[in-house]
């Protein structure tokens, strides 16, 4: 069974900082890719920043150059580091992992609950 616990959000005034940390715990065989997600009140779910299957990192055109995602593999935590934040930037944000408990069996997707970042103007 494989858990994702998101914590660090909290409010903030327009062009402070949050660091968000997704912890992923349980047996596994190996995590493909993981990643941060948003959904605001009335808006779509939409990424924010991944590491993808190969490796590579993409973040979303209205982040780049704010945030930062980072991982620290030997605690299977990953990091949204978020600077100049913007009262656009107020939504819930998810930790996405897509991950293999077993060398026999496929990958799935873990959501975690979401933590709520709110900047104020």
């Known amino acids: 069974q494989v858990q994702l616990v998101e914590s660090g959000g909290g409010s903030v005034q327009a062009g402070g900082s949050l660091r968000l940390s997704c912890a992923v715990s349980?047996?596994?065989?190996?995590?493909?890719?993981m990643g941060w997600y948003r959904q605001a009140p009335g808006k779509q779910r939409e990424l924010v920043a991944t590491?993808?299957?190969?490796?590579?990192?993409n973040y979303a055109d209205s982040v780049k150059g704010r945030f930062t995602i980072s991982r620290d593999n030997a605690k299977n935590t990953t990091y949204l580091q978020m600077n100049s934040l913007k009262p656009e930037d107020t939504a819930v944000y998810l930790c996405?992992?897509?991950?293999?408990?077993?060398?026999?069996?496929?990958?799935?997707?873990?959501w975690g609950k979401g933590t709520l970042v709110t900047v104020s103007s």
């Open positions: 996405k992992v897509l991950a293999q408990t077993s060398p026999y069996y496929g990958a799935k997707i873990y």
């Open positions: 349980g047996s596994m065989y190996s995590i493909n890719s």
């Open positions: 590491f993808t299957s190969n490796g590579l990192i």
